[in-house]
Structures are given as C-alpha cells and as structure tokens.
C-alpha cells in the first residue's frame, strides 16, 4: 500500500520557535509538495521539489523553507514560527511523467500546527 | 491568474439524496482535473479526468469533464451519512503545477 508519512499529526510551538516538519513516501515519487490548508482559502502550496536538492517555490512561500536530501525525504521548516503559520499542513508526492503531469496526488495525514 | 472555483460551498442533504457538485476551471496549459474526497484527514483520490464527455465511475460516484464549457462536475446518488466530507477539486497545469478549490462541504443526515 503506498504511503505519505507525516511524522507529526499535533504540534504545538511558541511564537520564534523552529519547526520541523518532516514527510517520507515510499513510492519512490520525483515530486513532492508542501500544502497549507486553511478555512475558506483551500490547499496553498508552500513549496514543491521535482528532484533531490532542487526546490521551487510556490505560491506563498514566505516564512518557510524546505530541504530535499533524499529522494523519499521532503522536509518544511519554519525558521520562527509566527501565530499567522498555525495552520494545517499537507505534505503530498507524485510520479514524474516526461513532460505531463496528469498525475494524482497522493497526501500524507497532516500536520495541524499551532503557534502560541 | 489560474483559478479553480467550487460549487455550493456547502449542502447538508438527507440520506437517500442524489447531489451533483461543481467545478469550474480557468487555467492556462491544462491538463486534468482530479476530485478529491477528505474526512477528518488526508485527501484522498476520487477521480482524474483527461478527456470531454468520457464519465467516470466509482460505485454511486461519477464525474464528468466539459472542456469546451471549462467545468466538471461529481454525482453521487443515494448518498449516506459516510459520505459527508469536504470535496475537493483540483486541475494540473503545466509540469508540477495543481490549483485547488475551496471545496464543497457536504453533510449528509440520518
């Protein structure tokens, strides 16, 4: 059964903390993705990697780096956490397909972040 | 700007209930829409739609895409309190790019 890995379902940090979040597929997927989902503004894409080390940001990656070391491995940080980052957090991966991404997205649990 | 636009934004039915759910696209370099289903957690997949007019099928879900008209729809017919969740439509552009919507909350009552 393929599986998205969210290492941590609950967390909750104070305002300047670091914050890790980690996600590990085992589907040996090129793409993988960071989401933040929130009430009324949907799924907003953070950043997203079609490679190890190579990253590409998206639509609201301000606040939030990441890191790719290892094909399975996709890791969020947040350098200081800010109360405006409590927030849902959905790590996904895909497969690469030439130059057609047709393909489905598969998602991790989650990661319900909340900063104090 | 590419958008994805969701229809209602949420419904509260009774069991046996047919509901139809909407998506509308605008996106430049399109190339499928995908429907997803999330409970209390993780998305998870539907459908993916590539071609007009073919509907898929999944037990009493279906769904439809309208390429000319830019929009794609979900049915599901005799709905049951397990299918409450928050549906979730989402269209690939380009290479690595998906833009969600807001999603269609539906509840379904005993």
């Known amino acids: 059964d393929v599986k998205v890995t969210q290492s941590s379902r609950y967390l909750v940090k104070r305002t300047g903390e670091k914050v890790f979040l980690e996600c590990v597929q085992d589907?040996?997927?090129?793409?993988m993705f960071w989401y933040r989902q929130d009430p009324g503004l949907g799924l907003r894409l953070i950043y997203f990697?079609?490679?190890?080390?190579?990253?590409e940001k998206g639509d609201i990656p301000e606040g939030y780096s990441v890191s790719r070391e290892k094909k399975e491995r996709f890791s969020l940080i947040l350098e200081s956490a800010s109360t405006n980052q409590t927030s849902m957090y959905l790590c996904a991966s895909s497969l690469w397909r030439g130059d057609l991404n047709t393909g489905e997205l598969f998602f991790g649990e989650g990661s319900r972040l909340t900063v104090l | 700007e590419d958008k994805v636009v969701q229809s209602p934004l949420s419904l509260v039915v009774h069991e046996g209930d047919t509901v139809t759910l909407n998506c509308s696209y605008e996106v430049t370099n399109f190339r499928s829409l995908l429907w997803y289903k999330q409970e209390k957690k993780a998305p998870t997949f539907l459908f993916m739609l590539t071609s007009s007019g073919i509907e898929k099928k999944s037990g009493r879900l279906s769904s439809i895409l309208d390429k000319k008209e830019l929009f794609s729809i979900l049915n599901i017919t005799a709905t049951q309190t397990g299918d409450s969740a928050v549906y979730l439509c989402?269209?690939?552009?380009?290479?690595?790019?998906?833009?969600f919507g807001t999603g269609t909350r539906l509840k379904v009552l005993a």
């Open positions: 589907m040996d997927h090129e793409n």
């Open positions: 989402a269209v690939t552009s380009g290479t690595y790019k998906y833009i």
């Open positions: 990697s079609y490679d190890v080390k190579m990253k």
